[in-house]
């Protein structure tokens, strides 16, 4: 073999071995690791192989997003990023959001807080939701204390944010401050108010804002809601889906959610549902064709479809036992 040959081959194998490495980002970091310093040339070299997989990795989450993918599968593209450079704050962001979905509260809050501690000095509106998420986090897992202290700091520059008023009155009325409730809800009424919303739109903000911890006070605001705007379906199917999902008066979100899919027949949340509704019926053949239909329409993840999915097969196989 020619000198150049050898040189040709050399070349080849090392070429195969870097898309290799970019290929399986662990592998690399691994290697890495254990690898002596060489000097500012390897050092390069390295860094600019940790640049390609950051890019690859960027954009097979970019992908993921676009394409759907279940917040499962972000969290373990977003996990690899954040090994790699744990520096990238919008990713502890992202991170945090994905665990959201999934009702991972406690990591959430980690991945939240650590985001902001890397985020650049200075107030920003933009992270106005993630403080908000945040607070929605600690109530999810009862810790008011720190739930009320973020909604402080963010009431000193926003003090008029209808989510920031919204998360204080569940925070008082979950707490059984009703008192205190009642105050942030009518500052929160008049806010929206003064933002043009008509009585319809605001009692459907507040039926919405109770939706996930007190149903029989949600009930009353959607009844509210739809007495004022009685062609809406939006709002017909809210007060339905209150009275299946807690079971107070199953016939009536029945015959609504009924309503609502005839109007919008192809709406996967309408079938969702309903199919739910079958489901505390008993009727399970009638809930797994809706669920599953629901699926298929659905355009994003949604974890609580997935979990009745689940409690109507597992109905279903036993009956057949």
């Not at 807080?113 to 107030?123: F, I, K, S, V």
Request: proline fraction near 4%; include cysteine; glycine fraction near 4%.
């Amino acid at each position: 073999m020619s000198s150049f040959e050898a040189s040709v081959r050399r070349i080849t194998i090392l070429f195969m071995c870097a898309m290799m490495l970019l290929a399986v980002p662990q592998r690399l970091i691994s290697i890495c690791k254990g690898c002596p310093a060489e000097g500012p040339v390897a050092d390069s070299i390295l860094q600019q192989q940790r640049d390609s997989i950051l890019f690859s990795l960027n954009l097979e989450y970019l992908n993921g997003v676009n394409d759907r993918k279940t917040p499962f599968e972000l969290i373990s593209i977003i996990e690899e990023i954040l090994e790699i450079d744990p520096d990238q704050y919008n990713h502890w962001f992202n991170l945090g959001m994905e665990n959201i979905k999934i009702h991972k509260y406690s990591p959430a809050i980690e991945a939240l807080n650590r985001g902001l501690e890397l985020y650049p000095t200075g107030d920003n509106p933009t992270l106005v939701q993630i403080y908000v998420s945040l607070s929605f986090c600690y109530h999810k897992i009862e810790k008011h204390k720190k739930e009320r202290e973020i909604l402080d700091v963010l009431s000193i520059n926003y003090p008029d944010n209808p989510g920031i008023i919204g998360r204080y009155t569940v925070c008082a009325h979950s707490r059984m401050r009703y008192k205190e409730a009642d105050f942030h809800q009518k500052h929160l009424i008049s806010i929206l108010r003064s933002r043009h919303l008509n009585e319809s739109d605001i009692s459907f903000y507040l039926g919405r804002l109770y939706l996930n911890t007190d149903y029989l006070e949600a009930e009353k605001h959607f009844r509210i809601a739809l007495k004022y705007d009685p062609d809406s379906v939006e709002k017909q199917a809210a007060l339905a889906w209150v009275l299946i999902r807690n079971a107070l008066k199953i016939e009536e979100g029945m015959a609504l959610i009924e309503q609502a899919i005839l109007s919008d027949p192809d709406n996967a949340i309408y079938i969702h549902q309903q199919g739910y509704g079958f489901y505390v019926m008993g009727n399970y053949e009638n809930a797994i064709f809706n669920l599953y239909n629901a699926r298929e329409l659905y355009q994003q993840y949604s974890f609580e479809l997935n979990n009745h999915i689940l409690m109507v097969e597992e109905a279903l196989a036993s009956q057949e036992e």
